[in-house]
């Protein structure tokens, strides 16, 4: 559980403390490959979870490609913008 711990201490959250009920939440499955379709499946299963509705798309953009804005870069000198502040 050392990975628990140190993301404790650097986010200063608990990954194992349920947001709802503050309860401590136990370890089911560890996904280690991206071809565990199968394993997926029968964990949501499982826990109720895999018939639940897909969340929908993100809005597509209203812009064309070609009209979206470009932005130019400029290089600035660390210490020159430093001395600006």
């Not at 990975?3 to 309860?23: H, M, N, S, T």
């Not at 953009?61 to 600035?76: G, N």
């Amino acid at each position: 559980m050392r990975w628990a711990a140190l993301i404790k201490r650097v986010y200063e959250v608990d990954p194992l403390k349920c947001r709802e009920c503050g309860g401590t939440m136990a370890i089911i499955s560890f996904i280690e490959k991206r071809d565990q379709a199968d394993v997926i499946q029968k964990i949501l299963k499982h826990c109720g979870l895999w018939d639940r509705p897909a969340t929908r798309a993100p809005p597509q953009s209203q812009q064309p490609a070609d009209e979206q804005p470009t932005f130019d870069l400029e290089y600035v000198d660390e210490d020159e913008f430093l001395m600006a502040l």
